[in-house]
């Protein structure tokens, strides 16, 4: 069996050539990082519970009519997305004051915002992903006002669907980021979602208590993230009811 080319290595995830032109299958990892990889480990189960969550919310995008680059889950670490041109930057969506916006604005962590605030960041973890203004973004040449236009109102179409999910399972989605990408199909270019979406990409609190089930739970020293993330998976009935064990069995 000829051995698949890797293509990019990151954090979380690793990209290899697909097995037709214009696709990548893109492998989760079990390693965690937090502070721009100043604080690594590998948390064994996570990178096969974030596959398949990342699987269910880009599948119910795209029922909602959201584009995504998903195509297909091949196994329980890999699944099979389109190749995009990936815009540099995350587009981050906050519903409550948490992380470094209540850290900068002096508020109390899970205040309620008066609306979904939208956020850029610019893509370059040396510099520590700055957040950055769309003057920058146009000035530097990182995407268009038209993009801009366009990627506003998709994150709170991808906000709208993702907090009525996780409310209806008793979790408050607290703020999420994304990452955007141009497909390109003859003279038409479209945006659409890319990477992944996942509790490693949202901050996800117990509407009744308050945990949190999210990577907070590592960057804090909170507890187990697995189980966190299991808690997640299973509200969602991506897992059994009855699994326990941090090795999950998922549902096909």
Known sequence: MARRKKIYEGKAKILYEGPKPGTIVQYFKDDATAFNAEKKDVIEGKGVLNNRLSEFFMTGLTQIGVPTHFL?????????????????LEIIVRNYAAGSMAKRLGLEEGTPLPRPVVEFSYKEDSLGDPLVPEEYIIAFGWATQQDLDDIVPLALRVNDF??????GVGIKLIDFKIEVGRVY?????RLVVADEISPDSCRLWDIKTGEKLDKDVFRRDLGNLTDAYTEVARRLGVMPANTGHPKPTLIN
């Not at 297909?72 to 540099?88: G, T």
């Not at 993702?162 to 409310?167: D, L, Q, R, T």
């Open 72 to 88: 297909e889950r091949l196994n329980m670490r890999e699944q099979l997305v389109r190749a995009v041109e990936i815009i540099p």
């Open 162 to 167: 993702m907090s009525g999910v996780m409310y």
């Open 185 to 189: 199909e003859g003279d038409f270019m």
